[in-house]
Nanobody, 129 residues
Framework: QIQLVESGARSVRKGETLTLSCAAT????????MGWYRQAPGKEREAVAM????????LYGDFVAGRFIISIDAAKSTIHLQMRRLEPQDTATYYC??????????????????????WGQGAQVSVTS
């Protein structure tokens, strides 16, 4: 059974950089897609970024606009999300997600994450102006 543990979330000020991490355990395969979704109060959940296990395919939500970088340490089954130039509108609960035996498909970025069957507990990021 796959388990995801997020870390790194905290309150920051506008313009600062924050890195979230997500460590996965319990894989039954070395082929998987991992990523991040977020949900702000009163808003629909949206895709932030996702990455293939070999790091070759990384995808981003349109709102990222080059500010975030997702990376993977496959040996540790850990992904990182470096978020730069943070804005108050980035305030949300960020969820790590995973799906085994799958490619990360770009059309998944348009949805709310139903394709992912494993979710972390969520990590609160607050950005103050």
């Amino acid at each position: 059974q796959i388990q995801l543990v997020e870390s790194g979330a905290r309150s920051v000020r506008k313009g600062e950089t924050l890195t979230l991490s997500c460590a996965a355990t319990g894989w039954s395969t070395d082929w998987y897609c991992m990523g991040w979704y977020r949900q702000a109060p009163g808003k629909e959940r949206e895709a932030v970024a996702m990455i293939q296990e070999d790091g070759r395919n990384s995808l981003y939500g349109d709102f990222v606009a080059g500010r975030f970088i997702i990376s993977i340490d496959a040996a540790k089954s850990t992904i990182h999300l470096q978020m730069r130039r943070l804005e108050p509108q980035d305030t949300a609960t960020y969820y790590c997600v995973a799906r085994e035996r799958s490619v990360c498909w770009s059309h998944w970025l348009r949805g709310v994450g139903k394709e992912f069957d494993v979710w972390g507990q969520g990590a609160q990021v607050s950005v103050t102006s």
